[in-house]
């Protein structure tokens, strides 16, 4: 069976609600924190800024992953300096392209050169993997967010991808891969196998981080025990005596 002790992958938390995230604060499983517009959105986020500097504040000793939101390239790395002045733990996440789908390339090699920490997100292809590391300061730390879990989505098996997107960071010793969009507890052990650095785990996931290594035969009774009190409790009921007489004809 899996045990979480054997883990070597860094687990970040993925989220934006400021509660959830500072209950995971204070899980020792959990080496750092990332956000996105769309995560802040939805948890009803109406101050970018004011929730940054907050998350920042509570948050000091731990990797927290703040994204830009400009989609021209120069406001982009303006917003990129503005974010990592708020604290040292800060990364900053910028995207692969931006909506027109022209590379962020020159603007990742100039804040990279300048010693901003990035964390580069949305990259779903190798080619991309190549070209970000490229773009990168051997010199200066930064994460590298594959997500995995939109390959999969595909149909694609990220597995290898993420492997070979290993080996074309090896000459980037600063920068990190990070398996992100797991679709299931599994993937944790997927990307640590594979040798990725970090993987993001949403609150949900973390959630099941308690199933690791439960027996399947006591998992099996369980699940059967939900079936029928969830049957009892809605008071379902068939009329077994009309199957009977149907059978006897």
Request: net charge negative; hydrophobic share 45%.
């Amino acid at each position: 069976m899996p045990s979480i002790q054997d883990l070597k992958i860094k687990m970040y938390c993925d989220g934006a609600d400021l509660d959830s995230l500072l209950r995971m604060y204070r899980n020792p499983l959990i080496t750092g924190f990332t956000t996105n517009p769309t995560l802040m959105r939805k948890a009803g986020v109406d101050d970018y800024e004011q929730f940054g500097r907050r998350l920042v504040q509570a948050i000091p000793d731990r990797p927290i992953s703040l994204e830009v939101f400009a989609d021209e390239l120069d406001e982009m790395e303006q917003q990129a300096l503005t974010l990592a002045s708020w604290g040292k733990n800060v990364n900053v996440k910028i995207p692969v392209t931006n909506t027109k789908g022209k590379s962020t390339d020159s603007i990742i090699r100039s804040l990279s050169r300048r010693g901003v920490v990035l964390n580069v997100t949305a990259i779903l292809s190798l080619e991309q993997v190549r070209r970000v590391a490229d773009a990168l300061d051997k010199t200066t730390p930064a994460i590298v967010s594959v997500f995995a879990g939109r390959v999969a989505d595909t149909g694609v098996d990220p597995v290898p991808l993420m492997a070979e997107a290993l080996q074309i960071l090896r000459d980037r010793p600063n920068a990190e891969l990070l398996w992100a969009s797991p679709r299931e507890l599994l993937n944790i052990f997927h990307a640590d196998q594979v040798g990725c650095h970090i993987i993001t785990v949403t609150t949900d996931l973390l959630a099941k981080l308690e199933l690791i290594g439960k027996s399947l035969d006591e998992f099996s009774l369980e699940t059967v025990k939900m079936f029928y009190n969830d049957a009892l409790a809605a008071g379902y009921s068939v009329n077994v005596g009309v199957e009977r007489e149907v059978a006897s004809r």
